[in-house]
């Protein structure tokens, strides 16, 4: 379907670290099941590099899609560059979302926030809190 | 990714493949008999009285006189004219109360949404989880005001097939004009415009493998139309435009063709559509949207929770086959369908929809590997969902059992 980029469709059709992390050392869902999309991000984290990243989505092509690439972006990297992920730059990495699906990697960016909140508040660690929605929205429906 | 792979096309519902013979018939009209039935020489008068033939036929099919059928672009030409024409009616008497469901098509939606903000009053009548709406609710919707009453035939996405008859008779008794948006309907099942007492009908040609681009409205004689282009005098001066002869044709070929076989076209695709229905009830916690019996025969729509409808018609597509979903994906809004939340599926499992529409062309064969593909892609995608992971292991509950 031309509606995707091959890029996309090749991240929707063989997504890279989908699963679970048993003892995660930071979990961050995003989204809800009335908009189409939930985006549940585990991290596991070792002197301030990210080990290992895995997801689960339930949502769309470009949903499934988003959350893969933006794993493959922050796996392996320190955790202030997965802080510094934005969702404009998951959606050039799979050569562009179409208008309507750009909420998507705005979720995956979202949900990477979250996890990491979540690692901060676990460990104790002081982070900027302005850095971080405090209201995780679901952008683009109204619920 | 261009691997050759049979395609199994189930997506009759949005369209259909045109017909050998309905592609036969249409050429001569584009390279002999190209004439303009406006014109008064003889090519033109050729197609004129093609244009009249075609009228005829399909006239004949419908139950009605030729003189009651109206060309149009389609279907939703036919919505929007026939309802604009009976509001245009209406306002005159000063009615202007309007009947009609919660799931129609857009195409009267939209168009009763347009009336509503010109001071129209609308009562969309509720549909009950198998979707159906009774002729008891229209009844008690009616009004002295009431100027249309606006039933579609069957449903698009789910297939349901109203009570028409019934709704005709109150609609006639209580002298209320009663259109039916009857695009998924007509070439499928049996329409009688004059038994089932309706007043305008509106068809759409590529839904019966006509071509694309071409529809009719049936309005009762002495129903006055409202003209939504204006022109030339063509279709008594109601849809101005140079007939689009060899499209007219082949919408008479597609209906004859359609109804000759429709009885045991009707036979085979029950058959199918029955196995279809049984082998993806098979899958946990899916849900058959409609009522099982009184549908299309080639309708299938199904809700499977814990996924969502567009990532399953992208694998499926990647399996060779062609379907659909009332997933709001899949038309750039975030909403889904408005049918499936009309029969009162919440969104959670509106979102996971798939609609398989067959054709007469389907065979057993195509039925049973689809049945094993949806299978497979439903069990992938829960896979990596993380409602599904909740669900199973208990931490939310099936909203489907």
């Given at each position: 379907?031309?509606l995707y980029?091959?890029k996309?469709?090749?991240h929707?059709?063989?997504?890279?670290?989908v699963?679970?992390?048993?003892?995660?050392?930071?979990?961050?869902?995003?989204?809800n099941?009335k908009c189409?999309?939930?985006?549940k991000?585990?991290?596991?984290?070792?002197?301030?590099?990210?080990?290992?990243?895995?997801f689960?989505?339930?949502?769309?092509?470009?949903?499934?899609?988003?959350?893969?690439?933006?794993?493959e972006?922050i796996?392996?990297k320190?955790?202030?560059e997965a802080?510094?992920l934005?969702n404009?730059?998951v959606?050039?990495?799979?050569?562009?979302?179409?208008?309507?699906?750009?909420?998507?990697?705005?979720?995956?960016?979202e949900?990477?926030?979250?996890?990491l909140?979540?690692y901060?508040?676990?460990?104790?660690?002081e982070?900027?809190?302005t850095?971080?929605?405090?209201?995780?929205?679901?952008?683009g429906?109204?619920c | 990714?261009?691997?050759?792979?049979k395609?199994?096309y189930?997506?009759?519902?949005?369209?259909?493949?045109?017909?050998?013979e309905?592609?036969?018939?249409?050429?001569?009209?584009?390279?002999?008999?190209?004439g303009?039935?406006?014109?008064?020489?003889?090519?033109?008068?050729?197609?004129?009285e093609a244009?009249?033939?075609?009228r005829?036929?399909?006239?004949?099919?419908?139950g009605?006189t030729?003189?009651?059928?109206?060309?149009?672009?389609?279907?939703?030409?036919?919505?929007?004219?026939?309802?604009?024409?009976a509001?245009?009616?209406g306002?005159?008497?000063?009615?202007?109360h309007?009947?009609?469901?919660?799931f129609?098509?857009?195409?009267?939606?939209?168009?009763?949404e347009?009336?509503k903000r010109?001071g129209?009053?609308?009562t969309?009548?509720?549909i009950s989880?198998?979707?159906?709406?009774?002729?008891?609710?229209?009844?008690?919707?009616?009004r002295?005001?009431t100027?249309?009453?606006?039933?579609m035939?069957a449903?698009?996405?789910?297939?349901?097939?109203?009570p028409?008859?019934?709704?005709?008779?109150i609609c006639?008794?209580?002298?209320?004009?009663?259109?039916?948006?009857?695009?998924?309907?007509?070439?499928?099942?049996?329409?009688?415009?004059?038994?089932e007492?309706?007043?305008?009908l509106?068809?759409?040609?590529?839904?019966?493998?006509?071509?694309?681009g071409?529809?009719?409205?049936y309005v009762?004689?002495?129903?006055p139309?409202?003209?939504?282009?204006?022109?030339?005098?063509?279709?008594?001066?109601?849809?101005?435009?140079?007939?689009?002869?060899p499209?007219?044709?082949?919408?008479?070929?597609?209906?004859?063709?359609?109804?000759?076989?429709?009885?045991?076209n009707a036979?085979k695709?029950?058959?199918?559509?029955n196995?279809?229905?049984d082998?993806?009830?098979?899958i946990?916690?899916?849900v058959?949207?409609?009522?099982?019996?009184?549908?299309?025969?080639?309708?299938v729509?199904?809700?499977?929770e814990?996924?969502?409808?567009?990532?399953?018609?992208?694998?499926?597509?990647?399996k060779?086959?062609?379907?659909s979903?009332?997933s709001?994906?899949t038309?750039?809004?975030?909403?889904?369908?408005?049918?499936?939340?009309?029969?009162?599926r919440?969104?959670?499992?509106?979102?996971?929809?798939?609609?398989?529409?067959l054709?007469?062309?389907n065979?057993?064969e195509?039925?049973r590997?689809?049945?094993?593909?949806?299978?497979?892609?439903?069990?992938?995608?829960r896979?990596?969902?993380p409602?599904w992971?909740?669900?199973?292991?208990?931490?939310?509950e099936?909203?489907?059992?």
């Open positions: 379907m031309a980029s091959e996309v469709m090749d929707f059709r063989n997504p890279r670290n699963g679970v992390i048993e003892n995660a050392d930071g979990v961050g869902e995003v989204g099941a189409g999309d939930i985006m991000i585990y991290l596991k984290i070792e002197n301030n590099i990210i080990m290992d990243v895995k689960e989505t339930f949502g769309c092509g470009s949903a499934i899609a988003s959350s893969s690439m933006a794993t972006l796996k392996g320190p955790v202030s802080l510094a934005t404009k730059a959606a050039e990495a799979l050569d562009g979302l179409p208008a309507h699906k750009l909420h998507c990697s705005v979720l995956a960016e949900a990477i926030k979250k996890a909140q979540n901060y508040e676990k460990n104790g660690i982070y900027d809190k850095k971080f929605p405090n209201c995780i929205v679901c952008h429906c109204d | 990714m261009t691997k050759k792979m395609q199994i189930l997506d009759n519902a949005a369209t259909t493949k045109t017909s050998k309905v592609i036969k018939a249409m050429l001569p009209y584009m390279d002999e008999i190209y303009n039935p406006s014109s008064l020489h003889s090519v033109g008068q050729q197609a004129a244009l009249l033939d075609a005829c036929r399909i006239a004949k099919r419908l009605c030729e003189k009651e059928i109206f060309f149009t672009s389609g279907g939703s030409e036919s919505d929007n004219q026939a309802i604009l024409s509001a245009t009616i306002e005159r008497k000063g009615k202007k309007i009947v009609s469901t919660a129609e098509h857009h195409a009267v939606l939209h168009t009763l347009k009336l010109q129209f009053e609308i969309l009548l509720p989880e198998n979707g159906l709406i009774t002729a008891k609710q229209v009844q008690n919707a009616i002295p005001d100027c249309l009453v606006s039933v035939y449903n698009n996405e789910i297939g349901t097939i109203q028409i008859a019934e709704i005709g008779e006639r008794e209580k002298n209320v004009i009663f259109h039916t948006d009857a695009v998924q309907a007509v070439g499928h099942v049996c329409v009688d415009v004059q038994k007492r309706i007043d305008m509106s068809l759409s040609a590529h839904k019966f493998h006509g071509p694309k071409i529809g009719a409205l009762r004689k002495g129903i139309l409202t003209s939504l282009i204006e022109g030339g005098a063509q279709e008594k001066g109601k849809r101005a435009g140079t007939e689009n002869i499209a007219i044709v082949g919408m008479a070929v597609a209906l004859d063709e359609s109804c000759e076989n429709m009885e045991k036979k695709l029950t058959k199918l559509r196995m279809l229905i082998g993806l009830s098979a946990p916690h899916s058959l949207n409609g009522d099982r019996e009184k549908r299309l025969p080639a309708n729509s199904f809700c499977f814990g996924i969502e409808g567009e990532s399953l018609l992208l694998l499926l597509d990647d060779g086959i062609c379907a979903s009332g709001a994906c038309s750039g809004s975030l909403d889904p369908s408005h049918v499936l939340l009309a029969i009162g919440v969104h959670d499992i509106a979102h996971g929809s798939l609609r398989l529409t054709s007469e062309e065979t057993k195509d039925v590997y689809t049945v094993e593909a949806v299978k497979q892609v439903v069990a992938y995608l896979g990596m969902s409602i992971r909740d669900l199973i292991s208990g931490k939310k099936f909203i489907i059992k």
